[in-house]
């Protein structure tokens, strides 16, 4: 059996496609550098991280996206001996305007190497690229209507102004005009499409109701490409938002895939939320078992609502989830983590063989260079270890520690930083949701401590948080239990938001601007059980 999420932690906006007896998934990022990450798998239960395509600056430059901008709803085919990867890069999220352009690249390998990017247009965000068994390729791309007064779908109008579907070849890009081939059913916000055929139907499924709790992919088929398109039956094929107890909430915009033998299966994302509806861990990764029944699609359970757990390929069983240990040697920085936004790393960290090396730069939160190296929260209960095992600041301006992190609005950092009163201490900052000024508060007395290393860690279970220090002695909490359930998509500001979901990792800033460094020795993750 699968068990779903079969991405856990912040792995939003599936696509799926299938080369032989493998399968790709390509999820966003959004902010987080290096871009889209693409998993594979054979069976579809057990995921390995397969490459992370947007990995330079000839690529893609981040630097001053805002929260929850960036990489958008990247959608991943395989045609042609090659695989093909277009997305959206977000310039701008709030007000009426989006400033979103879209991108094709392409790669002969999965691993690589994978193209520079060719701009496709910047009509609104959500692309997709769709292989007809002509030969010929059709891109498709949600168009935004600035002047609406539906911005952030408030009232739901005409910002989300329909599906354009355009011609596009090697050799001479675009073809003719775009033309709006889909306007959405009454649940709006359409967004997210993607194409499939079969027995001579194109079938068209997009996201709708936003990407909150009305979140739902939604079915239209047509016997032409262009349209008309008329309304699956049940107009959703997957939703939760009639059950606001389902277990997997927020379910929507996936895409489908078919198996050699002709099964068919459907990706969507989805969310775990804690009760009252937080959900630290993003907008997660899932598949559905579908059937088809007089050409429409179905979910094999019946009715719209997603499975915990659906029928796998070859009696796979999902694996259980795993303590993760590691130690900074080699020059490579482990697959797990990321960084914001630049594709300049090493103005951000080195590894030096033996340590990985933070260099202080902008404030925890700039949207420009922020020294922090962090890696997904993918369990509801966890905890997380790192030694700081050098850092002399040599002024309050200097701090480096452990942070779980969402946006420059949602965060707690235990850090390592110098006072006069004190000297070399620890103190506890925290921004629990404060938008749009995003002050901080400080929950804590700072505690003078030693020279020389410091551990530090975090437990979190559930919508509780509780850092900890040892030096020599044994494990001593830190400062008062945190709330954690305003790092998650809904805290602060509140659903529609905020879409990347938490994070924990290891962080420095110097706004001196001279750069300190301070240097971590290890980093462990452990969910509760492990």
């Known amino acids: ?82 695989f093909w990867l277009v997305y959206t890069d977000v310039k701008r999220l709030d007000g009426n305007f989006k400033d979103a352009h879209n991108y094709l690249v392409t790669s002969p390998l999965i691993e690589g190497p994978w193209s520079d990017p060719v701009h496709l247009s910047s009509h609104g965000f959500d692309p997709s690229l769709f292989h007809d068994d002509d030969g010929r390729k059709w891109y498709l791309v949600l168009q935004w209507n600035h002047i609406s007064s539906s911005v952030g779908g408030k009232p739901r109008t005409s910002a989300f102004d329909g599906i354009l579907l355009q011609e596009w070849s090697e050799t001479e890009g675009l073809i003719g005009e775009p033309e709006k081939i889909f306007s959405g059913s009454y649940l709006g916000l359409t967004e997210g499409p993607h194409l499939f055929k079969r027995n001579g139907w194109y079938y068209l499924t997009v996201a709708e109701g936003g990407t909150g709790y009305n979140h739902a992919v939604t079915m239209a088929r047509s016997r032409s490409i262009k349209g008309p398109y008329e309304l699956h039956p049940n107009t959703h094929l997957i939703t939760a938002k009639d059950v606001p107890d389902w277990p997997l909430q927020r379910a929507g915009h996936g895409q489908i895939v078919e198996t050699p033998d002709g099964g068919v299966y459907h990706t969507h994302l989805c969310s775990r939320p804690l009760p009252g509806r937080f959900s630290p861990l993003g907008r ?115 701090a480096a520690g452990l942070t779980t992190y969402y946006n420059r609005h949602k965060f707690h950092f235990l850090a390592v930083s110098r006072t006069e009163e004190l000297g070399r201490c620890l103190m506890l900052m925290s921004c629990p949701g404060n938008w749009p000024d995003g002050n901080m508060t400080f929950p804590a007395e700072h505690v003078a401590i030693e020279d020389g290393p410091v551990e530090l860690a975090v437990e979190v279970k559930g919508a509780r948080q509780q850092f900890f220090w040892r030096q020599k002695a044994g494990w001593s909490a830190f400062g008062p239990e945190l709330d954690a359930s305003v790092i998650s998509d809904e805290g602060g500001r509140g659903e529609h938001a905020s879409f990347t979901g938490a994070f924990v990792g290891m962080l420095a800033f110097d706004t001196t601007g001279r750069g300190k460094t301070a240097e971590f020795q290890q980093f462990s993750y452990a969910p509760e059980g492990t």
């Open 284 to 398: 997660e990764t899932a598949i559905q078992k579908c059937v088809w029944r007089d050409d429409w699609l179905f979910l094999e359970n019946g009715g719209p609502l997603p499975q915990i757990e659906v029928p796998g390929l070859s009696g796979a069983v999902s694996r259980p989830p795993q303590r993760t240990n590691r130690i900074f040697v080699g020059n490579e920085l482990p697959p797990e983590f990321q960084w914001p936004r630049t594709p300049y790393p090493e103005r951000l960290f080195t590894l030096t063989g033996s340590e990985l090396r933070l260099i202080g730069r902008e404030s925890i939160g700039s949207w420009y260079e922020q020294s922090l190296v962090a890696r997904r929260q993918e369990h509801l209960d966890y905890r997380a270890e790192t030694t700081l095992s050098g850092f002399e600041p040599e002024t309050y301006q200097q």
């Open 1 to 82: 059996m699968i068990r779903n999420p079969i991405l856990p932690g912040f792995n939003p906006d599936p696509s799926i496609c299938r080369m032989d007896d493998e399968y790709f998934i390509a999820t966003s990022t959004f902010e987080w550098f290096p871009g889209v990450q693409i998993h594979r798998s054979k069976d579809l239960a057990n995921w390995d991280l397969a490459c992370r395509p947007l990995d330079r600056a000839s690529q893609l430059d981040m630097r001053g996206n805002p929260d929850s901008g960036g990489i958008w709803a990247p959608c991943l085919s395989y045609s042609d001996n090659r």
